[in-house]
């Protein structure tokens, strides 16, 4: 399959999804956040949710996943796990990584150990389990990494994309494509969330907003951008990940963007008809900005984050969990304008946001190669 083929085929269905997603009648939910099942490995499914607490002064990521060896069955497979907490506290202007390898870990979608992938009409009901670690469903955590390191939290209501088609993520179309490796699903875009975390050197409760996502397929993209911002008590937020398509041979660069404030609802699906998408990155400097245009509307993000800030996470590769595979820095400064656009290219800009808390990662070969974390 060429380049040219590949794009047409992802705009096509990427349309026609989009154009599903924005039809007002009512459908179940259906939800990729369940885990998913594939006979044999390798295969991953990771959970990430950031709960952001502005009076609180204090940011934390949990992350919790599951690996199957290459040649290892689904069923025999101990799902060798990952569990992490990315502490940033806002005062001190840190942000540190606990992070702990399971051996084995459980899966669980209904109650139930899993033996195919999501019921298209159920509601997410999954749970990701770790003896004397922990675990994490659709409505909660409880992490324990060291003995003084915890965080427990209680998720409220879910904030799809798409509130009318909860089940679309930020792939569209593309993620029923069978040749795609690694997938990408947004759950919730802000959720009431209580919390109580606690480290070595202090503790915090109260109240925040969480943006939930996973994960999937058979090993992470091999590199990849994405960042994340949430002001105003979670009023506005945006998402934003991109990178060379994990698609075998030939691999075009595709974007998916999302854009929720108190008045605009702007998402911007990956091979759609009329997207057009510039970036320029230095992970080296810690920089990175897109511009993204599409009939009508144009969306300016540029994020910057010192280079002594990042901490590492682990990802999943095709042969198990890497050690700082992302870096990834809680301290970015993240400037958003968006404009309504018109044919004779006058710009009028409908809203301004900055963040300076949000979250920049460069992720596999998009890492700058002289930052050892």
């Known amino acids: 399959m060429n380049q040219q083929t590949l794009i047409g ?99 669980e979608a209904g109650g139930q ?4 992938n999501p019921d298209d009409k ?34 409220g209501k879910p904030e799809p994309l798409f509130p009318a088609r909860p089940w679309i993520g930020p792939e569209g179309a593309a993620a029923k494509l069978p040749f795609i490796w690694s997938h990408w699903f947004i759950y919730s875009t802000g959720s009431t969330t209580n919390y109580q975390l606690s480290t070595e050197s202090r503790s915090w409760s109260g109240t925040g907003v969480s943006h939930m996502e996973k994960n999937y397929g058979s090993a992470f993209p091999a ?22 398509a994990p698609v075998p041979v030939i691999q075009p660069e595709v974007w998916s963007v999302s854009l929720k404030t108190k008045t605009l609802d702007w998402v911007f699906l990956p091979g759609v008809k009329d997207i057009t998408v ?3 990155s230095a992970p080296c400097e810690g920089k990175f900005s897109i511009t993204i245009d599409n009939p009508g509307r144009r969306l300016n993000v ?18 198990g969990w890497v050690k700082a595979f992302a870096h990834e820095n809680y301290q970015a400064t993240i400037e958003i304008d968006a404009y309504e656009t018109n044919l004779l290219g006058g710009q009028k800009l409908m809203q301004h946001l900055s963040d300076n808390h949000g979250v920049l990662e460069f992720g596999g070969d998009h890492r700058c190669p002289t930052m050892k974390l």
């Open 9 to 107: 085929l992802v705009s096509a269905l990427s349309i026609a999804v989009t154009a599903a997603c924005r039809t007002p009648r009512v459908s179940e939910p259906k939800s990729p956040m369940d885990p998913h099942y594939k006979s044999e490995g390798p295969w991953f499914e990771g959970w990430y949710t950031r709960v952001v607490d502005d009076r609180g002064q204090v940011d934390v990521a949990a992350i919790v996943g599951s690996f199957v060896r290459r040649g290892i069955s689904f069923n025999d497979s101990a799902k060798e796990g990952y569990a992490a907490l990315v502490v940033s506290d806002r005062a001190k202007g840190t942000s540190v990584t606990y992070e702990v390898f399971p051996e084995k870990t459980f899966l």
């Open 223 to 244: 590199s990849w951008v994405w960042l994340h911002a949430m002001t105003d008590g979670g009023a506005n937020r945006l998402s934003v990940a991109g990178g060379p």
């Open 302 to 319: 540029k994020a910057k984050a010192a280079p002594s800030g990042f901490v590492g996470i682990a990802t999943a590769s095709a042969e």
């Open 122 to 155: 159920a509601p997410a009901d999954f749970s990701w389990r770790a003896d004397g670690v922990g675990h994490m469903t659709e409505s909660e955590v409880d992490l324990r990494l060291a003995p003084s390191v915890r965080l427990r939290a209680q998720f």
């Open 113 to 116: 150990p899993v033996t195919r």
């Open 278 to 280: 510039k970036r320029e």
